[in-house]
């Protein structure tokens, strides 16, 4: 993460101790407004570190936010190498 942007750096750190959680209750325990947690999400996002599944148990939707499998950051030849090493 940047350094100049602390925001998604708690944010993104809040999410991998607490996957599973909505906006709403990141904004409430990080003690952020919504629209704050809701850009560093949506630049989380955009850089592939988060993703978003949507539940719906009753009419409102609740859009939970989980990290990325590390192993789906990595570049093909490390992934390529590890499995090397596997073996």
Known sequence: MPKNSPTEYIVYKFICEN????????????NM???RV???LSRLEQKGVIKFKF???NPRIKKLTFPVNTLKLLPKEVKRQLREVRR
């Open 38 to 40: 809701r850009h560093a």
């Open 55 to 57: 539940e719906r148990n």
């Open 19 to 30: 996957p599973g959680r909505c906006t709403y209750y990141i904004s409430k325990r990080l």
């Open 33 to 35: 407004s919504g629209g």
